[in-house]
T-cell receptor, first 111, second 113 residues
């Protein structure tokens, strides 16, 4: 997963631009991945998931890309809006089928 | 549709006092249930999970315990809270473990004084 630390990576984008949030995972045997959005003071909200037999999956304004060769996952948000401002984190399943969560990236959308 | 409820939303407790946090799920049967702790700037730490009534797996040895008295009820407890128990506690449910999304409640912010 992402590096663990007290200071989250941050991404600042202009309203209307596209956002790309990245996640590096460590377990080559992981076969299921999830992206979550967490607003301040709330629980994580499921955005989109992808299984390892796919490279790309699209939702409403979001796309997840999976590159198994380099163990990299990304979340693309199209036409980013102020309501998209939140912490985004990825999760992968491990050998015990527990989900391992990254620390997240803080997305700030400037109006 | 399925919903998950956690309460209380915030809690301030003195050191040495007991704890009981409750989580209930509606709209599904026999869910997998989870308790996590989230520290600032860190990923979620799995504390307990349950695949059925009375079945609890502990992931991290500590001052906390969990119980599942009913199919859709999951309780996080402590007999004597420590300062280090402060944090943001999240309950989640899923249909299966590791192959389906986990859905989270809105958490409890626990402060120990």
């Amino acid at each position: 997963g992402e590096s663990v630390g007290l200071h989250l990576p941050t991404l600042s984008v202009q309203e209307g631009d596209n956002s790309i949030i990245n996640c590096a995972y460590s377990n080559s045997a992981s076969d299921y991945f999830i992206w979550y959005k967490q607003e301040s003071g709330k629980g994580p909200q499921f955005i989109i998931d992808i299984r390892s037999n796919m490279d790309k999956r699209q939702g409403q304004r979001v796309t997840v890309l999976l590159n198994k060769t380099v163990k990299h996952l990304s979340l693309q948000i199209a036409a980013t809006q102020p309501g998209d401002s939140a912490v985004y984190f990825c999760a992968e399943n491990d050998n015990n089928n527990d989900m391992r969560f990254g620390a997240g990236t803080r997305l700030t959308v400037k109006p | 549709s399925q919903t998950i409820h956690q309460w209380p939303a915030t809690l301030v407790q003195p050191v040495g006092s007991p704890l009981s946090l409750e989580c209930t799920v509606e709209g599904t049967s026999n869910p997998n249930l989870y308790w996590y702790r989230q520290a600032a700037g860190r990923g979620l730490q799995l504390l307990f999970y349950s695949v059925g009534i009375g079945q609890i797996s502990s992931e991290v040895p500590q001052n906390l315990s969990a119980s599942r008295p009913q199919d859709r009820q999951f309780i996080l407890s402590s007999k004597k809270l420590l300062l280090s128990d402060s944090g943001f506690y999240l309950c989640a449910w899923s249909v299966t473990k590791g192959a389906q999304p986990q859905h989270f409640g809105d958490g409890t912010r626990l402060s120990i004084l």
